[in-house]
């Protein structure tokens, strides 16, 4: 019967395409510009956001795609869309996403920014006064370091760096060698800042700020003397920016990789940003130069690259546009004069960043590098940050003479030459760094400590759903444990015995891992809401992470749903699952929360499993669950369940920041009825936990 089920689960019909529905969310993302209810420099922010992620889309998502189509891997996706219609569905969706952002930014925000003395001043508005400025700023900074490229024979279009500022020139006359090329490209310097504030003595209040690129315009006919510019017109190129090469026969990952690294900024095009009064003899001429088509190309009206606009608030003192600061808490016995590893001796501690700190996980790794009975610290690197307390305590404990061992890994996206330079100078600590295991990235958040107490040695650990990267930790929802629990660090040092080296290992017996027992579990787990339903109880599922697209995963939720099991999925981006098909899904609710924070936690709850809550690093997503080093820990002290069931309650209650998926793959915003006072759940994390 099962087979039979599963047979008739593989409908296409009753999924949504995973490039599509990560669109979406970035429609929900550039929906919060909109919001009066946020602060204007966060809405702002919003909107920049957006402008970033598509740009990963397209160096990511977009790139595979055409990467599939040229090497005529035709795999059609779960809803049964070929990588072609895809592509096309992308485009369609892409320019009216791109259309809606320059509209927001043109009639919504600047106009809102203006309101509040902060002007974007553009060339045709310039005094005399700022006119002069501005030209001598480009003569004293921009003219000594420009590269202007006549195109000619000996010329060809160059091949310009990925999303970098460009211009297409089209001149009349002849040079100083008398060629008459007709055509050139301006790079803007990367190394000068794109926004400017101009001084405050050449304006009348306010803030002020003009644009780099509105000063090489201006100034455009310095760089071509004796000849007429006919016009002048910033373009942008983005291209594959995916560095996921193959390992087969690589004998050192690192060195191969730095290999790499300058390859990314010189991929194969896949996007072409031009402003909308180029003409289009000129428009032609770039596709034909970057192999792009109409498909391809997104005419934009206002800066090419105006996620820049980013900069400007470095020079803004608005605390009255931006949130209210809040003081994030340190539970009793975690702070900086407690000793840490006394606290987590006595129970299991739960934090939930932002709204509580994430000092005491750099504190208990300052402690530990310190403290002469600590002998050994293991911990994996993801992503940390360029300057980072823990890999500061991570290099003392290693000079203090610990064992300090390092699962860093290279291919987390966009980090790598961060974590090539963070390997580099642990090493040259003398810590172990490893890079975990060839074909599996090592996602999984965890810290083992080995201290020596009473004459024997004991394990603390902390797992967690997010990277140790204390910036993050400000802005991304995570959960972090911390427990001298023996089982668990048992787990976790047979998680660092299958990183570091080689054989069978043993199984854990509380950690789920992928990719070994996490899938299999949470399908057991699922199986087991579908029994509890049939032998005459209730059936209870709610999940909470940031992507649902691992196709058996999806079924056995399909058979809960049919079984008459209440899910509740609470997926911030990517989902496949349809929700609301009569027979198949009826019980099955998808939200997506966007809000102040970024939601990255990942919770799973099963109410007839023991243990039946867990936390941990995985979404539920093919790479995450088949192809990544992965770990899920329980969470099991009566009082950390009541408060993380209450948490989960608090979003699946959301209809503040809150979006309902409906079943034709739009999301519908939620809105709380008339009298009701259910605040959104970042909001009530804010009150609870926070000062």
Request: glycine fraction near 6%; charge should be negative; aromatic fraction near 8%.
């Amino acid at each position: 019967m099962n087979d039979l089920v599963c047979e008739f689960l593989d409908n296409p019909s009753y999924y949504l395409n995973r490039e599509l529905s990560h669109l979406h969310f970035n429609r929900r993302v550039l929906d919060q510009a909109l919001d009066t209810s946020h602060p204007l420099l966060e809405r702002l922010k919003f909107l920049l956001i957006c402008s970033a992620n598509l740009d990963e889309f397209f160096e990511i998502r977009v790139a595979g795609l055409r990467q599939r189509i040229a090497m005529e891997r035709e795999i059609t996706e779960l809803d049964g869309s070929s990588p072609q219609e895809v592509l096309a569905a992308i485009s369609q969706q892409c320019h009216e996403l791109v259309d809606e952002q320059y509209r927001i930014l043109n009639d919504v925000i600047l106009p809102a920014l203006a309101e509040e003395h902060i002007h974007f001043i553009p060339r045709s508005q310039w005094t005399e006064a700022q006119s002069d400025w501005a030209n001598a700023f480009f003569e004293s900074d921009v003219l000594p370091i420009i590269s202007p490229i006549g195109l000619d024979p000996a010329h060809p279009f160059p091949r310009l760096v990925n999303k970098s500022l460009n211009f297409i020139v089209s001149l009349e006359g002849q040079d100083a060698f008398g060629r008459e090329t007709g055509l050139a490209v301006v790079p803007a310097p990367r190394s000068l800042p794109r926004i400017l504030k101009i001084p405050d003595e050449l304006v009348e209040g306010g803030d002020n700020f003009v644009f780099l690129s509105s000063i090489i315009h201006a100034n455009a006919d310095k760089l071509f003397a004796g000849m007429t510019i006919k016009g002048c017109y910033q373009f942008r190129i983005t291209r594959n920016a995916d560095l996921d090469f193959d390992t087969e026969g690589v004998a050192d990952l690192a060195r191969a990789l730095r290999g790499e690294l300058h390859s990314r900024r010189f991929g194969n095009a896949v996007r072409l940003e031009v402003v909308d009064d180029c003409p289009e003899p000129l428009i032609h001429f770039l596709l034909r130069e970057t192999g792009l088509s109409q498909q391809e190309l997104y005419l934009v009206n206002g800066p090419v690259n105006f996620k820049r606009l980013m900069d400007a608030e470095k020079e803004l003192n608005r605390p009255d546009l931006q949130y209210t600061p809040f003081v994030q808490t340190i539970p009793k016995g975690l702070t900086r004069k407690d000793n840490i590893f006394q606290a987590i001796a006595h129970r299991d501690q739960l934090l939930h960043h932002p709204f509580e700190s994430f000092t005491p996980v750099v504190e208990l790794l300052s402690q530990a590098a310190k403290d002469p009975d600590v002998l050994a610290i293991k911990q994996t690197l993801y992503r940390t940050g360029s300057s980072s307390p823990i890999v500061d305590a991570l290099l003392e404990a290693a000079r203090n003479g610990k064992e300090v061992t390092a699962v860093v890994e290279l291919r987390a996206r966009f980090d790598e030459e961060e974590n090539l330079e963070l390997a580099s100078r642990l090493q040259e600590a003398g810590a172990v760094v490893v890079y975990g295991v060839v074909g599996y990235k090592t996602h999984a958040k965890m810290i083992l400590i080995v201290r020596r107490e009473n004459g024997k040695l004991r394990r603390y650990v902390h797992l967690g759903s997010g990277n140790y990267h204390s910036g993050n930790a400000r802005l991304y929802t995570d959960y972090s444990l911390m427990s001298a629990d023996e089982v668990l660090g048992a787990d976790v040092h047979i998680i660092f015995q299958q990183l570091t080296g080689m054989g069978k290992t043993e199984r854990p017996q509380k950690l789920l891992n992928a990719p070994f027992t996490l899938k299999r579990q949470l399908l057991r787990m699922i199986d087991a809401e579908i029994k509890a339903v049939e032998a005459g109880g209730e059936g209870r599922i709610i999940i909470k992470c940031n992507g649902l697209t691992e196709p058996k995963v999806i079924q056995s939720l399909y058979r809960a749903s049919q079984a008459g099991v209440q899910v509740d999925l609470i997926i911030r981006g990517m989902c496949c699952l349809r929700p609301g098909v009569a027979g198949v899904s009826d019980n099955i609710r998808v939200t997506s929360v966007v809000g102040r924070f970024l939601e990255h936690s990942r919770v799973f709850y099963f109410a007839n499993s023991q243990p039946g809550l867990y936390c941990g690093s995985a979404d539920l997503m093919e790479r995450n669950l088949n192809r990544r080093v992965e770990v899920c820990f329980p969470v099991e002290e009566p009082a950390l369940v009541r408060r993380l069931m209450a948490d989960l309650n608090s979003y699946v209650a959301d209809n503040h920041q809150g979006w309902q998926l409906a079943t034709d793959g739009s999301y519908i915003r939620l809105q709380a009825a008339e009298g009701e006072q259910q605040p959104s759940a970042q909001q009530y994390l804010l009150s609870e936990l926070t000062k």
